[in-house]
């Protein structure tokens, strides 16, 4: 009989002991080892948080004259009230007025892109956005790299990407925590196809604009196609560049060529040079940031 109750006590402690380790004592005031169970699962959710935040509350807006929407308005002016990154026309729908609604838009974005920039301007204006310590900077540029005087004047891609390189730390070194969107250079080849058709814009054309791509629209000569495979070629290095150096920062987002890819026409052409984004390129412009930068993806 003694030996049956001391079976028996011995077996209700081996249930007791299992109840205890299964439930990890929390039952018993959740003791050591319920502690270092949360803890643990802080540390898990912290490492797995998401990095990007889908929502900035303030936007900076650096690079050249397509940021600046020049030309959009009215002829050899730049018009930044339909900027696609920080305007207020309601027709485009800015990517500020998206994300901050547009009275925060007026009161939480900065352009700081400057007409006629490339690559080597942007850390300047790269310092000047970060005195304002947005929570979003977005990043427009390497077109005029491309359109010199001639193929061989253009940015040299080792060069450009020097540039962004320290554009990228000088943001670094005043804000760790920024976001960073990244646009595409522009398809500049579909540009000259698409515009070519026009004859008032092969005559803007003749003044100047981009003549390493658009010089002699006419001229299909192998000379001539070559000059412009060359730009091509440049064009899409660049864009490498800017996929490679913003894919080392985990707060940098690329559109994913998407501003090149866009199979944009001359609605989206501003109708005083045939080159400049119109308000309804700038739109498009707006839809395609807007899309990246709210994107489900880590």
Known sequence: MRNRRHRARAALAL????LMTTAGCDAFGGGGGGTDSGASASRSAARHAPVWNRSPDSIAAVGDSITRGFDACTVLSDCPEVSWATGSDAKVDSLAVRLLGVTGAAERSWNYAVTGSRMADLPEQMAQA????PELVTVMVGANDACRSSARAMTSVAGFRADFEEAMST??????KTQV?????PNLKRLWSEGRGNPLGKQVW?????PSM????DDLTHAAAVRR?????????YNAVLKDVCAKDRRCRFDDNAVFDYDFDTEQLSHWDWFHPSRNGQARLAEIAYRTITAEKS
């Open 181 to 185: 969107y990244v646009a595409s250079v």
């Open 229 to 237: 495979d060359k730009v091509q070629l440049r064009v899409e290095a």
């Open 15 to 18: 249930v007791v002991t299992a």
């Open 171 to 176: 943001l670094r070194a005043a804000l760790p």
């Open 206 to 210: 003749k003044l100047g604009i981009c």
């Open 130 to 133: 970060a005195t304002r310590s």
């Open 214 to 217: 658009l010089r002699d629209a």
